[in-house]
């Protein structure tokens, strides 16, 4: 269950590990049903058995097998098998040759993509809770070759070799599966986003969730990425009743026991408890996170996963309209390490679903929740087919600052794409900022709105209340719930992806774009 709370003490692990020692298996998260990492990648198997024994382990699809042998070390082998093209289906025989041998056989196992699904609460949130739920469950029958698993909610104080339970063994998606229960499986987000990859890649996707509602991102960071950015060992917690989050727990119980596995890549959505939990930190927390689990990944399975694996999140959404509060606006930009896009240069391999403009004023589950998951799905996989899969053409990323002109008291803003512009909405969400000198602008400095009074395909012009040679910094729906259901001002031409929220200053000259750094001209207005 979402808001289960169950802690695995030090003794209960070790009398776990002690029992499954006794017997000859695969590790908790392979089974029936399961899709393995397709060729190039060499997916990687292991279990338990007998000290010393010999293990042989087959993969046979009734045409080709390919047989591949290990030995138990402290009552663990492992496998790395042969790439496999994608398809099958296949079964994985492995024996223990021993005094008593033994025989442990999984059946109708794919070969295809493997993507880890982590997060908090939206993530978890299961598509029988989306909008058009009954529709999206009646489907779920169409896509034998999806096939999903869920962990359990576990923490640990403790680096845990293995999952201590599985939620959602591996399956084939039916509506009941998909539909458990509020919070519980199938993700939404998870489903959703492997349906859009599975339809346009046409091979099997293997889906697994690793979530839990209400966490902050420290407890899915090991110490070492933790350390990195000063925050291992910190003694306060986060100021929610109810909700005591240890450092690295979800990581030592949720994450750390997958490390073997071999995966294409990851996506999350997290970030909503972290606004009023080392907020200011998250610029480091967030991006170490990404890379310490890409290393972690890479070394676990033995070099297979890529060192560089792609990793999707999703720019969080809105909770209180009307709120003045920066922590969400906030949050949000450090969730691109202060740069609004990605990838950037300290986050590269990444792809993000900018979700601002999807509130949900009526969601049962809170605003905070939601229900719209279908929109965020479809732009993770759009960044996924763009940088994980290098699909030629595919638009992933909406309209950024690329150049801005400042003539009279008017300020012109270049995109680096063509735009489309909603001028039936709330235009206000331009706002500058003013300096004398030649200082940059922060969150908190007096920000005043910039109202648009032009625009053509691939710019905005906009109106400042002072000469806009004093004009220092531009920001853009800088709000907790900037505008109404895809009605934010600024969209690709095609009307499918906001432009992200944004602050440029026009000090330092560094500041950066997509293409480089950020040009800002002062014009005369006779020029």
Known sequence: MCWLWVTVLLAAVVAQLEAVREEFRFASYYGDHMVLQQAPERAVL??????????????????????????????????????VKAGGPYNLTATQIS???????????????????????????????????????????????????SAALVKSEVELLDLPRVELPWAVPTPELLGHGNFTYFSAVCWLFGRDLHQN??????????????????????TRALKKCSLAGT???????GQVWNDTVLWNSMIHPLLNMTIKGAIWYQGEDNTAYHRDQYNCSFPTMIDDWRMAFHEGSGGQTALDFPFGFVQICTDLKHSVKEDFPELRWHQTSDYGFAPNPRMKRTFMAVSLDLPDEESPWGSIHPRYKQDVALRLALGARAVAYGQPGVSFQGPFPEKCIL????????????????????????????SEGQESCKPSTNWTSAPVIGWDQNSILLKVEEHASSVAALRYAWRDWPCDLKSCPVYSADRVLPAPPFIVNRWPQWEWGRSGSIKWLLTSPDN
């Open 201 to 222: 890649l046409g091979y099997p996707v293997g889906l697994v969730e690793s979530c839990w509602g209400g966490t902050p991102v420290e407890a899915w960071s090991s």
């Open 46 to 83: 292991w279990g338990y058995g007998v000290g010393g024994s010999k293990v042989v382990v087959t993969v046979s699809n009734g045409i080709s097998n390919q047989t591949n042998t290990a030995y138990v070390k402290n009552d663990i082998w492992t496998v790395t098998l042969e790439p």
């Open 235 to 241: 003694k306060d917690r986060m100021p929610l009743v």
């Open 99 to 149: 005094n008593s041998s033994m025989v442990v056989k999984l059946t109708d196992v794919l070969f295809g993509d493997v993507w880890l699904c982590g997060g908090q609460s939206n993530m978890a949130f299961t598509v029988s809770q989306v909008i058009n739920a009954s529709k999206e469950l009646a489907q779920a029958v169409k896509y034998p070759h999806i096939r999903i698993f």
């Open 407 to 434: 003539c009279g008291y008017q300020l012109n803003v270049t995109f680096d794409k063509a735009i489309f512009f909603n001028k039936s909405v709330n235009q206000s969400l331009f706002e500058v900022c003013f």
